[in-house]
């Protein structure tokens, strides 16, 4: 009986936190939204007014459909219930069309399919090792990573503000994630193959599951000292995963594979005509090259060492182009940043092979994926390095080593996303959201491992405490200035720039945490 109270206690502070966020969802209904608006107005009168076979060639609005086909089939699920509140905006005709009845419905189609999130979020914080016993719940793991995963501040904004439907996603990615520690291996590919046709960006961390289920699941055993024991490989547990592959790949696929437009499909899902950089540019490698590039050129210029006239026109502008040359450095290709990407996964997915070290190895894997692709990919959204936010929450809940690193991602990433909100009246909204949720984050773990050394050092303290004076020069000293006029997009560049230095030094700081780490004997035979 006492355990049964536990448990109904542990379910009413869930349903308290879920309860929370989603009423806090509710007030963020009028706030300003971007164009993503409009993409998915659109997507739902495509899907609701043409045949299957029309759907990726349609373009009477520029925000054509770009999604794989599961997506475009939760679009046309959505259509049906959209056309009860407002049937205009089924309209194809009708662009960037929004009505009140639009606008409600859109928000709360993004605050109701979060429910899966928030089911996936209670099903990750059974996952957690519960050998830290608090008396206080608040200073529980469990409680503590519900609170970073549901009331994650990127997540909230760029969801329910910016608008989009990643709550959802993360959802399917975050039940994956479980099921693969709850040694689930078939559930956990299954939810992970079905997330990969609703958006193509987890292909980015798909390596970790590939890898982590061949060596978890396909091999039944390991040797006395950790190595595989190759005698043990199943093909039985092999052609089961290959089915389930084959088969969502099916669903999806299939129709337009009939039709013969599986190029046409693979030439909307996969647009490199679009320039290296998002117009915002994400805090990545490439930033940092674009800055350099910079640069040199104004330096080259002063020096005479540069002909004016022969500097391409869009490198001197503020990034905020699709096509971006560079000037003085060599320019990028698409190949060249594929490249990259798969030389910096590599050592992780080798680490996660040769040293494994169950759910927490896998883990580890996939946040190295997910920000490897992040440093190193091509047109990357800034919005991506939730990939890699959500899934160290995980870890950070676990040790103190993996929290230090975590607090600095998340914080200079959650920064980084203050450009995608330029409006006004979201200037306070956006600042307290973001100070309650990292002071909660510092502050949590803090006391979380509090018998251990300090999560950060000096430098990286005062490196995070700098984000305060950059944010007062770019919202306010800025704007006030005779440059805004000559340069508008100096903000910009110095946000990506300065948080780039961060997001770098945290993944470097994991991948050496994870080269480095010893694995204990138990660990070995686990």
Same mark, same amino acid.
């Given at each position: 009986?006492? @355990?049964?109270?536990?448990?109904?206690?542990?379910?009413?502070?869930?349903?308290?936190?879920?309860? /929370?966020?989603?009423?806090?969802?509710?007030?963020?209904?009028?706030?300003?939204?971007?164009?993503?608006?409009?993409?998915?107005?659109?997507?739902?009168?495509?899907?609701?007014?043409?045949?299957?076979?029309?759907?990726?060639?349609?373009?009477?609005?520029?925000?054509?459909?770009?999604?794989?086909?599961?997506?475009?089939?939760?679009?046309?699920?959505?259509?049906?219930?959209?056309?009860?509140?407002?049937?205009?905006?089924?309209?194809?005709?009708?662009?960037?069309?929004?009505?009140?009845?639009?606008?409600?419905?859109?928000?709360?189609?993004?605050?109701?399919?979060?429910?899966?999130?928030?089911?996936?979020?209670?099903?990750?914080?059974?996952?957690?090792? /519960?050998?830290?016993?608090?008396?206080?719940?608040?200073?529980?793991?469990?409680?503590?990573?519900?609170?970073?995963?549901?009331?994650?501040?990127?997540?909230?904004?760029?969801?329910?503000?910016?608008?989009?439907?990643?709550?959802?996603?993360?959802?399917?990615?975050?039940?994956?994630?479980?099921?693969?520690?709850?040694?689930?291996?078939?559930?956990?590919?299954?939810?992970?193959?079905?997330?990969?046709?609703?958006?193509?960006?987890?292909?980015?961390?798909?390596?970790?599951? /590939?890898?982590?289920?061949?060596?978890?699941?396909?091999?039944?055993?390991?040797?006395?000292?950790?190595?595989?024991?190759?005698?043990?490989?199943?093909?039985?547990?092999?052609?089961?995963? @290959?089915?389930?592959?084959?088969?969502?790949?099916?669903?999806?696929?299939?129709?337009?594979?009939?039709?013969?437009?599986?190029?046409?499909?693979?030439?909307?899902?996969? &647009?490199?005509?679009?320039?290296?950089?998002?117009?915002?540019?994400?805090?990545?490698?490439?930033?940092?090259?674009?800055?350099?590039?910079?640069?040199?050129?104004?330096?080259?210029?002063?020096?005479?060492?540069?002909? &004016?006239?022969?500097?391409?026109?869009?490198?001197?502008?503020?990034?905020?182009?699709?096509?971006?040359?560079?000037?003085?450095?060599?320019?990028?290709?698409?190949?060249?940043?594929?490249?990259?990407?798969?030389?910096?996964?590599?050592?992780?997915?080798?680490?996660?092979?040769?040293?494994?070290?169950?759910?927490?190895?896998?883990?580890?894997?996939?946040?190295?994926?997910?920000?490897?692709?992040?440093?190193?990919?091509?047109?990357?959204?800034?919005?991506?390095?939730?990939?890699?936010?959500? &899934?160290?929450?995980?870890?950070?809940?676990?040790?103190?080593?993996?929290?230090?690193?975590?607090?600095?991602?998340?914080?200079?990433?959650?920064?980084?996303?203050?450009?995608?909100?330029?409006?006004? &009246?979201?200037?306070?909204?956006?600042?307290?959201?973001?100070?309650?949720?990292?002071?909660?984050?510092?502050?949590?773990?803090?006391?979380?491992?509090?018998?251990?050394?300090?999560?950060?050092?000096?430098?990286?303290?005062?490196?995070?405490?700098?984000?305060?004076?950059?944010?007062?020069?770019?919202?306010?000293?800025?704007?006030?200035?005779?440059?805004?006029?000559?340069?508008?997009?100096?903000?910009?560049?110095?946000?990506?720039?300065?948080?780039?230095? /961060?997001?770098?030094?945290?993944?470097?700081?994991?991948?050496?945490?994870?080269?480095?780490?010893?694995?204990?004997?138990?660990?070995?035979?686990?």
């Amino acid at each position: 009986s006492a @355990g049964r109270a536990m448990a109904a206690g542990g379910r009413s502070w869930f349903r308290a936190l879920a309860l /929370g966020v989603s009423f806090l969802k509710c007030l963020l209904i009028p706030a300003y939204y971007s164009t993503d608006f409009e993409v998915h107005r659109n997507w739902l009168a495509i899907t609701h007014n043409l045949p299957l076979s029309q759907w990726y060639y349609e373009a009477t609005s520029e925000w054509t459909l770009d999604y794989p086909p599961f997506f475009a089939w939760f679009e046309y699920a959505l259509s049906h219930v959209a056309k009860y509140f407002d049937p205009k905006m089924l309209v194809i005709e009708n662009l960037n069309y929004t009505s009140h009845a639009t606008v409600f419905f859109q928000r709360f189609s993004v605050i109701f399919t979060d429910i899966l999130f928030i089911y996936a979020v209670r099903e990750c914080c059974r996952c957690v090792n /519960g050998k830290r016993a608090a008396k206080d719940i608040l200073e529980k793991p469990t409680f503590i990573l519900a609170v970073l995963l549901l009331w994650n501040f990127g997540l909230l904004i760029v969801d329910h503000i910016h608008f989009q439907y990643n709550g959802f996603l993360f959802g399917l990615m975050l039940l994956s994630v479980a099921r693969l520690c709850q040694k689930r291996y078939l559930e956990g590919a299954l939810v992970f193959a079905v997330l990969l046709h609703f958006k193509h960006i987890y292909m980015y961390v798909a390596p970790a599951y /590939g890898i982590y289920l061949l060596r978890s699941y396909c091999f039944t055993a390991n040797n006395a000292d950790g190595s595989l024991k190759w005698r043990s490989f199943s093909f039985l547990h092999v052609t089961l995963l @290959g089915l389930i592959v084959c088969l969502v790949s099916a669903l999806s696929l299939g129709p337009f594979i009939v039709l013969g437009q599986l190029p046409q499909v693979i030439s909307r899902l996969f &647009p490199f005509k679009r320039g290296l950089c998002h117009a915002y540019w994400a805090p990545n490698f490439w930033a940092l090259y674009n800055a350099v590039d910079k640069a040199l050129t104004i330096f080259g210029l002063k020096c005479n060492f540069l002909d &004016p006239a022969k500097i391409p026109k869009a490198s001197m502008t503020g990034g905020l182009v699709q096509e971006f040359q560079h000037t003085v450095l060599p320019s990028v290709t698409p190949l060249a940043t594929l490249i990259c990407t798969f030389i910096s996964i590599l050592p992780s997915v080798f680490c996660l092979w040769f040293k494994p070290q169950g759910p927490r190895g896998f883990l580890q894997c996939l946040v190295l994926c997910a920000l490897s692709s992040f440093m190193f990919g091509w047109h990357v959204h800034e919005k991506a390095i939730l990939l890699a936010i959500l &899934p160290l929450s995980l870890l950070s809940v676990q040790r103190a080593k993996d929290a230090g690193i975590y607090l600095i991602l998340t914080t200079t990433g959650h920064f980084s996303l203050f450009p995608l909100l330029f409006t006004p &009246p979201e200037l306070p909204i956006k600042i307290l959201l973001m100070l309650l949720f990292t002071v909660y984050s510092f502050s949590s773990l803090k006391s979380l491992f509090r018998r251990e050394k300090p999560l950060l050092n000096w430098l990286e303290t005062i490196y995070l405490i700098q984000l305060v004076p950059l944010e007062i020069f770019c919202e306010i000293i800025f704007p006030l200035t005779p440059w805004k006029r000559h340069f508008p997009f100096v903000p910009l560049l110095l946000t990506s720039v300065y948080c780039a230095l /961060g997001v770098t030094y945290a993944w470097l700081k994991l991948y050496v945490s994870v080269l480095t780490e010893r694995i204990s004997v138990r660990q070995k035979a686990d």
